[in-house]
């Protein structure tokens, strides 16, 4: 496995492979690698002969006062874990290497990124996008990779992939989760023990809700306040949101029917975490 810094190293680590008739997949991380990522990084493997794994700290998606400045980083550690998962190549660049002093421009999606995270975070997913379609056009890959926990962040990539008429397959994967149900996360690492515990309330909500809902409960005004209620039980939470949307264009729905997004942003003391399911009702 290889790790490089510039735009040219990995567009002639891609070419390379390429030429030997290579299909190239691709999973675009901010690092601190965890297993949601290895996972990320092994069906990208069994799906593509040869692997691109980017870390790269996206100073663009971070509002004021986020943790850009202590987002956890480790090199050293990513690369045993993506070697380990099947990476042929990292892709480390600096920030100067992405945003050089006379950088202008910016991709937007409207509409579905005013929603959600997009409501308490304005100007993050102009961040996502931008970088991503950075990446995209560097990596030149056949297939991207992509983790559900984030079910915003996957909707947006998939609208601007079809508006762009880019040359790319999104492959969203299922939520990783820690063996009491914590879907896994870089800022996880954030918790103290009493918030890893208190944090347990997003997944206990919504695996709640969705037997609820199997046990007939299709009113989503009603699901919504419940899961609302229950997650304010927990003295160390405080939501950022809870909604229920319809799964492809996050538009907020009355009945539960059809493919359906629950998804929540909760503080945990000062950690922000998100979680969701999505069913098929």
Not at 157 to 175: F, G, H, S, T, Y
Not at 241 to 247: A, D, L
Request: negative net charge; contains cysteine.
């Amino acid at each position: 496995m290889k790790i490089v810094e510039t735009v040219e190293q990995v567009r002639a680590e891609v070419a390379k492979a390429r030429k030997g008739g290579n299909k190239i997949g691709f999973v675009p991380t901010m690092g601190y690698l965890h297993e949601g990522h290895a996972s990320l990084i092994r069906r990208a493997k069994e799906e593509n002969e040869f692997v691109v794994v980017s870390i790269f700290v996206n100073p663009t998606q971070f509002g004021v006062g986020e943790d850009f400045e202590t987002y956890p980083r480790d090199l050293a550690r990513d690369s045993d874990i993506a070697e380990q998962a099947g990476a042929n190549v990292i892709f480390h660049p600096t920030v100067k290497e992405m945003y050089p002093s006379e950088y202008k421009t910016y991709i937007e999606v409207e509409d579905i990124t005013a929603k959600l995270c997009g409501t308490s975070r304005p100007g993050h997913f102009r961040g996502v996008t931008t970088i991503v379609s950075k990446l995209f056009h560097m990596v030149k890959a056949d297939r991207a990779y992509f983790g559900q926990k984030d079910a915003q962040q996957v909707a947006v990539i998939q609208q601007m992939v079809r508006d762009l008429n880019m040359d790319i397959e999104i492959i969203p994967c299922a939520i990783v989760r820690e063996a009491d149900g914590l879907a896994m996360s870089s800022r996880n690492t954030y918790l103290s023990p009493a918030e890893r515990k208190a944090a347990l309330i997003l997944s206990q909500s919504l695996f709640q809700s969705e037997e609820m809902i199997k046990n007939g409960e299709l009113d989503a005004r009603k699901l919504r306040n419940w899961i609302k209620e229950k997650i304010q039980c927990e003295p160390l939470a405080k939501i950022d949101y809870v909604e229920i949307v319809n799964g492809v264009n996050l538009e907020e729905i009355e009945e539960i029917k059809g493919d359906v997004l629950i998804a929540l942003a909760v503080k945990i003391g000062k950690t922000r975490l998100i979680d969701n399911i999505r069913l098929e009702v």
